[in-house]
């Protein structure tokens, strides 16, 4: 059975920073994909950030570019995103997600066959 488990999100000022944790179950890590999503309160999901677990390479939003860092612990199975210089526009529903196919990347939701539960993060002004 997979799973996975997001936590590390909370209340945060603009400026600060918060690191998501989503650790990984019933699954062969290194053959996937793990992303990051996020859902705004009347929003689309929106992609954030992905990192192949096989070599660790990393891609991520233009929003989020040079502001967020995604990173991965084989030994705990565990992928991380680090989030610094929040803003209020961050503040979201943050979910792990993991792919498993034959693309070297993918920002679309709906091909990935895993997700956490979710983890709120806000960012007051």
């Known amino acids: 059975q997979v799973q996975l488990v997001e936590s590390g999100g909370g209340l945060v000022q603009a400026g600060g920073s918060l690191r998501l944790s989503c650790a990984a179950s019933g699954l062969t890590v290194n053959r996937y994909i793990m992303g990051w999503f996020r859902q705004a309160p009347g929003k689309e999901r929106e992609f954030v950030a992905g990192?192949?677990?096989?070599?660790?390479?990393?891609y991520y939003a233009d929003s989020v570019q040079g502001r967020f860092t995604g990173s991965r612990d084989s030994a705990k199975n565990t992928v991380y995103l680090q989030m610094n210089s929040l803003k209020p526009e961050d503040t979201a529903v943050y979910y792990c997600?993991?792919?498993?196919?034959?693309?070297?990347?993918?920002?679309?939701?709906?091909?990935?066959?895993?997700w956490g539960q979710g983890t709120q993060v806000t960012v007051s002004s």
């Open positions: 997600a993991a792919y498993y196919g034959r693309k070297a990347t993918t920002t679309n939701d709906y091909e990935y066959q895993y």
């Open positions: 990192i192949r677990w096989s070599g660790g390479t990393t």
